[in-house]
């Protein structure tokens, strides 16, 4: 698991038969084999360490359902290990497992924010549009940002300069592809809305049992069964 708030910038050294090699700074001081690191969002193992470089595996579903696939040598990325105990969250929960594509479909400076409005071109489910919501958290590459806007299917993030300055966003001009990721409580939410009122094509109902099943989780309090129903466990 990430937070989203990227370590460094590594610079890729090769992509193919499977294994991407990255170049990397202080990661690679810190890194041992086995280790979870994400490279542009994307929840990657350290295969090989031959310092400054990281070997990955990757597998034909993680290329096929990520903007990996576009990765040109020595094109910048971003570089976040896995979370520690001690860690500081400063961001979101981020899993970095990839549930989109998207493309930039422009750039803008206002003030000291650049804004960068994105499109989703792919994403492994349909339902991915009803998870980004204004004011609500999405990985970029692995950055934690915000929705500020959705507007005619494009979604807009405001980027401060030290994110900016700091991330692969610097590097990125429209048409450029990213990963996203949903924030996955948004994705619960949702997804247990969606089951609980399954079949109701009644706003009124559907409410109704809304309602009924928040007030039965309230009386049985919360239970290891409640818990795995609901993905925690």
Do not use: W
């Not at 202080?26 to 070997?55: E, H, M, R, W």
């Not at 990996?68 to 910048?76: F, H, P, V």
């Not at 919501?133 to 500020?148: E, R, Y």
């Not at 809305?193 to 009386?219: F, H, M, Q, Y």
């Amino acid at each position: 698991m990430f937070t989203g708030i990227i370590k460094e910038r590594g610079i890729v050294k090769s992509i193919n038969n499977g294994i991407l090699s990255v170049a990397v700074k202080d990661a690679g001081k810190n890194a041992y084999i086995g280790q979870s690191i994400s490279i542009n969002g994307v929840c990657l193992t350290v295969k090989k360490i031959s310092y400054p470089v990281l070997f990955f595996d990757y597998t034909p579903a993680t290329l096929s359902a990520s903007a990996l696939k576009y990765l040109k040598i020595s094109e910048n990325v971003n570089i976040e290990p896995a979370l520690s105990v001690n860690s500081d969250i400063s961001g979101h929960f981020v899993l970095g497992h990839a549930d989109g594509i998207g493309r930039i479909a422009g750039k803008k400076r206002t003030g000291n924010s650049i804004i960068i409005g994105i499109k989703i071109i792919d994403s492994i489910d349909e339902n991915i549009e009803n998870y980004i919501i204004c004011k609500g958290s999405i990985s970029i590459d692995g950055i934690s940002l915000t929705v500020n806007e959705i507007k005619n299917g494009i979604f807009f993030v405001s980027i401060i300069p030290f994110t900016y300055e700091e991330t692969n966003l610097k590097f990125k001009t429209t048409g450029d592809y990213v990963n996203l990721e949903s924030d996955i409580i948004e994705r619960t939410v949702v997804n247990r809305l969606n089951d609980l009122t399954a079949g109701e094509s009644d706003p009124v109902s559907a409410r109704l049992i809304i309602k009924k099943e928040s007030a039965n989780n309230n009386r049985r309090g919360l239970t290891m069964k409640f818990l795995a129903e609901n993905g925690f466990i």
